[in-house]
């Protein structure tokens, strides 16, 4: 299976890079910046040219694409907008016309949790378990570029009969956080990370979802995951968080049912994955 990873040199793009080279895929990794550190080939490139997305992409199987810039806070909101859409629409594109098999799209949940409260309520997640078809309901550029770029990935996989896997990214979190006690502390009742029912990623378990989707052959057609690493809230039980945090949020199937607040069936359905790693949310001392 030949790969071609895009933003290859970021902190996610580089361990997924090195986990692909291990489990033995051919991977071409590509970035704006030079990295010597990784291993196998590696391209500097600029994918708001689209003449470099057809010489990178010709002959490969599979693109996961992790190259947009990061959420305002960081950029110019009309820079992100625009340099995301224009890339991200670059690679779709390239990807279509030169037959690519499968592209799988680094998105963000960021693209459904911007649904309005009311009364200064805390935001909630229209539905638990939450997976990765919640109505898209945006709240900043960052996250419209995501939602329209789906839109556009949807489009061209149905019109052009190639496979997308669209992978709304929770929140990253890293060793190092978490050896720092930067166990993503909340404030009950007040975080804001209850829109999103607490997910996050351990990035030891998305590389490895990043293997499982490469080495597997999708039908046709655009799907999309929420993929999440198993979250201990405070030591609750799952009866307790909804009872909580979700007393109003529809359920999805009975609250003895639940044995998380992410539904972690889609992935391990289609690519045989899981979420392993247990990450620890603690109250403010």
């Known amino acids: 299976m030949r790969i071609v990873v895009t933003g290859a040199g970021g902190r996610l793009g580089a361990p997924v890079c090195r986990q692909l080279m291990a489990d033995g895929f051919d991977v071409l990794a590509v970035d704006r910046q030079y990295r010597r550190d990784l291993p196998g080939r590696f391209e500097v490139a600029d994918l708001l040219q689209h003449d470099a997305c057809y010489r990178l992409f010709e002959g490969r199987d599979v693109i996961i694409h992790l190259a947009n810039l990061p959420a305002v806070e960081s950029n110019a909101p009309q820079v992100v907008f625009i340099h995301n859409m224009t890339t991200n629409m670059n690679v779709f594109q390239a990807a279509a016309d030169l037959g ?68 709304r990214l929770p929140g990253i979190s890293f060793p190092k956080q978490l050896a720092e006690g930067n166990r993503a502390w909340f404030d009950r009742k007040k975080t804001a ?41 405070a030591g609750l039980t799952i009866t307790e968080i909804v009872k909580e945090f979700f007393p109003e949020t529809p359920l999805r199937r009975p609250l003895e049912q639940m044995e998380q607040l992410v539904d972690p069936t889609p992935l391990e359905r289609d690519f045989g994955w899981r979420g392993r790693t247990v990450i620890r949310l603690c109250e403010r001392p």
Do not use: C, W
């Open 193 to 233: 990370r209850m829109r999103d029912a607490f997910a996050l990623l351990h990035v030891e378990d998305a590389v490895t979802l990043m293997s499982a989707i490469a080495g597997a052959v999708p039908n046709a057609g655009a799907r999309r995951y929420l993929p999440a690493s198993p979250v201990d809230v």
């Open 100 to 167: 690519v098999r499968h592209v799988v799209f680094a998105g963000s949940i960021q693209v459904m949790d911007g649904a309005p409260g009311s009364d200064g309520k805390p935001l909630v997640p229209p539905y638990l378990p939450l997976d990765g078809e919640a109505p898209r309901h945006t709240d900043n550029l960052y996250g419209l570029s995501k939602a329209l770029s789906e839109e556009v990935l949807e489009y061209l996989a149905l019109r052009m009969g190639f496979a997308a896997t669209i992978l």
